[in-house]
């Protein structure tokens, strides 16, 4: 997994599914296909941003449906760039996405796949909210939490992704990064793409 692949799991795990084994190559724009994807030379942040648009919309009218939350996600995630001190740098390729995005093919998540990887980490998830319901502080969940060290950096981002409501996925996420050196390092690599 690269810090691509983390940043558009981090925002959508389906539509991350998608980027995995696939080529990456430099172009004009963010260009789907079934095995390769084009990416311009813009700021990681935009990149991001742009290849989760593009994905999104490599969808049929039935998974994007299905992943309108993601999408809502994806323009959040904008929203919170262009307010960033990146903000300018980054405004040209975030409010005219479409100059950034070729069509390209129809893809499709693999549902099956996202539900077997979904039943691995829902123990984890059970775990978590159970210890959550039972120790009295933060301080002390995150300290009981050691089990998430067992997981991979891909099962972590699944993990958040499943997560209710954004308290839960912050809660979820300082425990990795505190229990999981894997993560934390593939998180710090993405942190400092993304300020690039």
Same mark, same amino acid.
């Given at each position: 997994?690269?810090?691509?692949?983390?940043?558009?799991?981090?925002?959508?795990?389906?539509?991350?599914?998608?980027?995995?084994?696939?080529?990456?190559?430099?172009?004009?724009?963010?260009?789907?296909?079934?095995?390769?994807?084009?990416?311009?030379?813009?700021?990681?942040?935009?990149?991001?941003?742009?290849?989760?648009?593009?994905?999104?919309?490599?969808?049929?009218?039935?998974?994007?449906?299905?992943?309108?939350? /993601?999408?809502?996600?994806?323009?959040?995630?904008?929203?919170?760039?262009?307010?960033?001190?990146?903000?300018?740098?980054?405004?040209?390729?975030?409010?005219?996405?479409?100059?950034?995005?070729?069509?390209?093919?129809?893809?499709?998540?693999?549902?099956?796949?996202?539900?077997?990887?979904?039943?691995?980490?829902?123990?984890?998830?059970?775990?978590?909210?159970?210890?959550?319901?039972?120790?009295?502080?933060? /301080?002390?969940?995150?300290?009981?939490?050691?089990?998430?060290?067992?997981?991979?950096?891909?099962?972590?981002?699944?993990?958040?992704?499943?997560?209710?409501?954004?308290?839960?996925?912050?809660?979820?996420?300082?425990?990795?990064?505190?229990?999981?050196?894997?993560?934390?390092?593939?998180?710090?690599?993405?942190?400092?793409?993304?300020?690039?």
């Amino acid at each position: 997994m690269d810090e691509l692949e983390f940043c558009v799991k981090s925002l959508s795990y389906p539509l991350g599914m998608l980027l995995e084994g696939m080529e990456r190559a430099p172009g004009k724009s963010v260009r789907v296909t079934k095995n390769r994807i084009t990416l311009p030379d813009v700021p990681f942040a935009a990149l991001c941003y742009l290849t989760g648009i593009a994905l999104y919309d490599s969808l049929d009218l039935v998974d994007k449906k299905r992943l309108q939350n /993601d999408y809502e996600a994806l323009e959040r995630f904008r929203a919170k760039l262009l307010g960033s001190k990146l903000g300018d740098r980054l405004r040209p390729y975030l409010e005219s996405p479409g100059l950034y995005v070729s069509p390209g093919e129809r893809l499709a998540v693999d549902w099956l796949e996202f539900e077997a990887r979904m039943e691995a980490v829902e123990p984890y998830l059970k775990r978590f909210l159970e210890l959550k319901e039972t120790v009295g502080s933060r /301080d002390s969940l995150l300290r009981e939490a050691g089990f998430l060290g067992e997981l991979s950096p891909d099962r972590g981002l699944l993990l958040i992704y499943l997560a209710e409501d954004e308290n839960l996925k912050a809660l979820i996420n300082a425990a990795l990064g505190k229990h999981n050196p894997e993560f934390r390092a593939m998180a710090l690599r993405h942190f400092r793409a993304l300020r690039g």
